[in-house]
T-cell receptor
Framework: DVKVTQSSRYLVKRTGEKVFLECVQDMDHENMFWYRQDPGLGLRLIYF???????EKGDIPEGYSVSREKKERFSLILESASTNQTSMYLCASTPEDAPGEQFFGPGTRLTVL | GIQVEQSPPDLILQEGANSTLRCNFSDSVNNLQWFHQNPWGQLINLFY???GTKQNGRLSATTVATERYSLLYISSSQTTDSGVYFCAVDRGGYNNNDMRFGAGTRLTVKP
């Protein structure tokens, strides 16, 4: 089975802190994604990556950056956390031969105080 | 982008009841998935079903791509079925950045 793991289930940070959210998948998937999920807004795509060192902006990239130095790891970075970035963050990956089939990690619930 | 509408938004059932969740989408799609988000936030793949019918235990799904809808059937519901069910679609192709999620159906199964 595909396994997508995220570094933390719950995280509490202060405004202005730099925050790293890590996502690792163990199935050699080419494509990886970061979403945030908010009540009433559903899931929204922040960034995605098709290959190592490659990144593309999603719908709401402002205030975020990403890093993909290794194929299995996709990191989401909040350069200076703000309270409106309090959310559930979900990472997903897809295999190259079935790009429409996404596998999700357990999510990280981030609270910015 | 593609609009995805799910209905009903909320559903409350007694254990053992059957239910049908619907997903309508506004344009032709090449990919469609159903997910279950459990109370802990984990999104679990249920079906990858851009067309046709699939069954997995008590769950089954049907997508009629030409009519732009998909249905998720849950039979003999159990309390562990509670959570939010999401439908997600996209047009496919190499640039898989157009996946759209519906707002979800929140299912509560009471013992």
């Amino acid at each position: 089975d595909v396994k997508v793991t995220q570094s933390s289930r719950y995280l509490v940070k202060r405004t202005g802190e730099k925050v790293f959210l890590e996502c690792v998948q163990d199935m050699d998937h080419e494509n990886m994604f970061w979403y945030r999920q908010d009540p009433g807004l559903g899931l929204r795509l922040i960034y995605f990556s098709y290959d190592v060192k490659m990144k593309e902006k999603g719908d709401i990239p402002e205030g975020y950056s990403v890093s993909r130095e290794k194929k299995e790891r996709f990191s989401l970075i909040l350069e200076s956390a703000s309270t409106n970035q309090t959310s559930m963050y979900l990472c997903a990956s897809t295999p190259e031969d079935a790009p429409g089939e996404q596998f999700f990690g357990p999510g990280t619930r981030l609270t910015v105080l | 982008g593609i609009q995805v509408e799910q209905s009903p938004p909320d559903l409350i059932l007694q254990e053992g009841a059957n239910s049908t969740l619907r997903c309508n989408f506004s344009d032709s799609v090449n990919n469609l998935q159903w997910f279950h988000q459990n109370p802990w936030g984990q999104l679990i793949n249920l079906f990858y079903i851009p067309s046709g019918t699939k069954q997995n235990g008590r769950l089954s799904a049907t997508t009629v791509a030409t009519e732009r809808y998909s249905l998720l059937y849950i039979s003999s519901s159990q309390t562990t079925d509670s959570g939010v069910y999401f439908c997600a679609v996209d047009r496919g192709g190499y640039n898989n950045n157009d996946m759209r999620f519906g707002a979800g159906t929140r299912l509560t199964v009471k013992p």
